[in-house]
């Protein structure tokens, strides 16, 4: 149970800090072509 846990917060985590990745990768794109 413990394990699942930890395994559930790690892929929560991870897809979080993509999610921000791709937000600041797309603001820059945009900051440029303006």
Excluded: P, Q, T
Excluded at 4 to 31: N, P, Q, R
């Amino acid at each position: 149970m413990y394990f699942m846990d930890l395994i559930l917060m790690l892929v929560s985590s991870l897809i979080l800090m993509i999610c921000i990745l791709v937000g600041v990768a797309f603001m820059v794109l945009l900051e440029r072509k303006v």
